[in-house]
């Protein structure tokens, strides 16, 4: 029944000539249009990404797709400014499924309010676990990669969370210790491996 629903509806595209509802629903890539960090619409690749109906994210603020809540503060801001400047973002980022993986993306953003970039925007998603599986780490680990990944130094970093460089560095330190690796190049390719014990994602 849902396989003739989707033909039929296909068909009445390419017939009418309109298909930008097929084109944002059956996307291969996650696709989510959102108003003040609040989901407001999604696509069936984003929802199956994280592991949930459409509808069950429909409304829901941004924050239940992050590790935590702290780490949803750290980066809800990140790329406003570009966003403003060039109305054009990308990053990488740890994001969580509804059974509690965790695991990386790669997002993109484009904003139909660019003096308020948050107010309303559509963003697209792909899982990176084939080319970068997760390996497990703390929190605070998590957000230093994360905006590592992001290009940021450490000086950035450490005023981005609110810490001392110092201690930025001393995380950093046994980031490249725990992955046995000389610099953050190599760190990601680390983490890039595609040995089966580090994923803890099922696919």
Not at 93 to 99: L, N, V
Request: hydrophobic share 40%; net charge negative; aromatic share 12%.
């Amino acid at each position: 029944m849902e396989t003739r629903k989707q033909d039929a509806r296909v068909d009445a595209a390419y017939d009418s000539g309109d298909f930008a509802g097929i084109a944002f629903d059956f996307a291969p890539v996650g696709l989510v249009l959102t108003e003040n960090r609040l989901i407001r619409d999604c696509n069936r690749a984003f929802a199956e990404m994280f592991g949930y109906e459409v509808g069950e994210l429909r409304d829901q603020y941004f924050a239940i797709l992050y590790p935590s809540n702290e780490e949803f503060v750290n980066i809800r801001d990140r790329g406003v400014d570009q966003l403003r400047e060039t109305n054009r973002y990308w990053d990488e980022r740890i994001m969580a499924r509804k059974d509690g993986s965790l695991f990386w993306c790669r997002v993109r953003g484009h904003s139909f309010t660019p003096d308020e970039p948050l107010m309303r925007a559509v963003w697209s998603f792909a899982d990176l676990s084939e080319i970068r599986p997760y390996r497990e780490l703390t929190r605070r680990e998590r957000e230093i990669v994360s905006l590592l990944a992001d290009g940021l130094t450490s000086k950035e970093i450490a005023i981005k969370l609110e810490l001392s460089y110092r201690t930025v560095e001393v995380y950093r330190a046994k980031l490249l210790k725990k992955f046995g690796v000389a610099n953050t190049s190599a760190l990601f390719q680390s983490m890039a491996s595609l040995d089966d014990d580090s994923r803890i994602v099922s696919r």
